[in-house]
């Protein structure tokens, strides 16, 4: 299946410019009866192929997952290989549920960044989540965890953007350092009112240091961020101030954003295919694909691709 959607730029602004999309099958993480796949990583090639983690269960949140992983020759048809992460030992900060995975290539070797719960999901669930390392000499595995896990979690200050819950990480190497972006809700807030932050380290383990001027998005439920020229760009989903949702912004600095595009049936926690993501060569472009979560009335959350098209350039495209 195929849908094309955009979203043109205003005569008041028109240096906003405007994205088209367009939806087809995954065929293999696609839907499934009684199947959850969901909240999948960015994709990265290896040799002749491309892969990608997700969450996978049997209900449609991903508090009760764990982490899976596909391999393709071409991005459409996907072969599952077989779990990546199970959860960890019972009562601990990953107990739960391991979800929301992505993945870094770094120093020769690939590093999962995921997402740990310590709480049974079921009536009156709040969710606590944190985000967790786990490193590999191949993406196939085996998986060791970090003894530092885990690697960044919720501010304990109940005024920080953060304070409830941290999750989704999206990573990028930048100025020779590794910027980990993610998600964040403070204590108090409704899933409506999710905001962005970065946290900054010298090595691909960490220590993972919160920028101080956090958040640096005012909004957006999940995170997909890529170098983008010398900056860095971000889509951002439906959640957030009307301003900026359904739009893709760019930061010089990687740290103030600014609306350059609009993307009207945005994709639902994308995972885009990034290959300068982890290069550090002001090379990157808006990616041109990538997969999210797809919906379909009487399935569980699945696996879709998307193809991206800028139909006008932004000011600050590249």
């Not at 590093?111 to 944190?130: M, Q, V």
């Not at 595995?141 to 941290?166: K, M, V, Y």
Request: hydrophobic letters at 35%; charged letters at 20%; one cysteine or more.
């Amino acid at each position: 299946m195929s849908f094309g959607f955009a979203v043109g730029a205003s005569a008041a602004d028109p240096a906003i410019g405007f994205v088209d999309v367009e939806y087809s099958d995954a065929t293999g993480i696609g839907a499934e009866k009684g199947v959850m796949r969901r909240d999948p990583s960015d994709v990265i090639k290896i040799d002749d192929l491309y892969y990608v983690w997700y969450s996978k269960g049997k209900i449609s949140p991903g508090y009760d997952a764990t982490v899976w992983y596909a391999t393709s020759p071409d991005g459409h048809q996907w072969t599952e290989k077989g779990m990546a992460l199970d959860k960890g030992e019972p009562g601990t900060w990953e107990g739960a549920s391991v979800f929301t995975p992505n993945i870094m290539i770094a120093e020769g070797r690939y590093w999962l960044f995921y997402t740990g719960t310590s709480k049974e999901f079921g009536k009156g669930f709040i969710p606590d989540s944190k985000i967790g390392i786990a490193v590999a000499d191949s993406p196939d595995g085996p998986w060791q965890r970090l003894s530092s896990n885990p690697a960044i979690t919720n501010s304990d200050d109940p005024a920080h953007f953060d304070s409830h819950l941290i999750d989704d990480a999206c990573l990028i190497v930048r100025d020779g350092k590794y910027w980990l972006y993610y998600k964040g809700r403070q204590q108090g807030k409704g899933p409506g009112q999710t905001k962005m932050g970065v946290a900054i380290a010298q090595k691909p383990e960490g220590p993972y240091v919160k920028y101080q001027g956090n958040p640096v998005i005012q909004g957006n439920h999940e995170v997909a961020v890529w170098p983008q020229g010398t900056g860095v760009a971000a889509m951002i989903g439906t959640t957030g101030p009307k301003e900026i949702t359904r739009s893709i912004l760019y930061a010089e600095d990687g740290l103030n954003f600014t609306k350059t595009h609009s993307v009207q049936n945005v994709p639902t926690a994308a995972g885009t295919y990034r290959p300068e993501a982890f290069t550090d060569s002001d090379k990157g472009e808006q990616p041109d694909w990538g997969v999210h979560i797809g919906k379909r009335k009487g399935f569980l959350p699945f696996i879709e691709r998307f193809n991206l098209t800028t139909s006008a350039v932004g000011k600050r495209d590249h």
